[in-house]
């Protein structure tokens, strides 16, 4: 076990590169299932996340190598074990990703009950129920759920999610590109990542088409080939890192984002105090001798304003002037970084498991505080870059299944942070 130990009170300032995106290189690698032609990812970022999934396909027997730098290539001529064992899905919720792609390749697969965050319920019921009205026969027997297409293939239908769901879309899109027939998917998600994984699909061979803001078409093919396909910069990632030049009165340069990805992250932000300039190198974060403003956020799918953002913003919150309300719409149990922060000297009043209250500007102090998820942890590390003196932040595992290197790029922006040993 390890733990960050972070010394706050320094302004940030510089350049960060901002590495490919946790939620849409999973999807692209398990959408390398699909063709057994070689496919090579670009922009991979080197997070534990990535590690776990490169593990479980290669334990099916896809070859799968990380190649120098950021490139990965993945090979799945032939699926020898088509099985996720039961501790990859405890640590990576994202592995259930592969049910589509399996099915719709191999024509079966058994997966476990997902995992990941502690974030409250998230179902994979819709998933499931999708992939059945295709063809599929999906029973769930000790923990596990056994799926297995027709003989003749999973066939296109008409899809209609009554909640809006990321993996889900994902999932029912890998499916039906191989799929005999049309698929449309309705009420479909809308995330830059989905549509990344889109446009890779494409490049496969793959007919789809977003027809309408939250409908997709799917016209099902025979065979996939390989490509090279380059992945888009991680928002959230980027969301972090403005917020950490924020917090401590620091001006940020972001690197290899696209802007228009951020609209309700920059939005919301923008009535908080920030400034934001884009530029030919990147997106640039202002926050010097700038009184922040309360504000209330209410998470939202896509385009609103992501539960990712959610606890980031909420150390912002604890340092704008006024009484913000923070309403999270998408999980329960999302809020457990609220306690970490009221020990830290956050004027924070919790109304229910989903709003809080959030006075401001606290004068934070260093404390010993535990991370609880990955988002939470960025959060921890954000309070300590701004609270005085030093504080102690256990469970820095959950961080780094969704940053690269977090700790150094801290420190390239003057910040200081080390990791120890626990």
Partial sequence: MQKFVVTGGVPLSGKVQIAGAKNAVLKMMAAAAL????????????????????????????EVRRADGDLMEITAARATWPFIPLEAARRMRASFI???????????????????????????DLHVAALEQMGAEISYRNGYYYAAAPADG?????????????????????????????TIVDNAALEPEVDDLLAMLRSMGARIERTAERRIEIEGVERLGGTAHTVLGDRLEAATFAIAAAVTGGEVMLRGIDPTHLGSFREACGRIGLSFEPGADGLRVLALDRELRATDVETAPYPGFATDYQAPVSVLLTQAAGTSTIHETIFEDRMDHLRELARMGAAIEQVDERTARITGPARLHGAEVVIPDLRAGATLVLAAL?????????GVEHVDRGYEQIEAKLVALGARISRIEA
């Fill in 35 to 62: 063709t057994d032609e070689p496919v090579t990812l670009r922009n991979v970022p080197r997070i534990s996340d990535v590690k776990i999934m490169r593990e479980v396909m290669s334990d099916i027997g896809f």
């Fill in 98 to 124: 592969l049910l589509g792609p399996m099915l719709a390749r191999f024509g079966r697969v058994i997966l476990p009950n997902p995992g990941g965050d502690r974030i409250g319920r998230r179902p994979v």
């Fill in 386 to 394: 701004v609270a005085d003196g030093t504080s102690v932040i256990d």
């Fill in 154 to 182: 999973l066939r296109g239908a008409r899809i209609a999610f009554p909640t809006v769901t990321v993996m889900g879309t994902e999932n029912v899109v890998l499916a039906a590109v191989l799929a005999r027939g049309t």
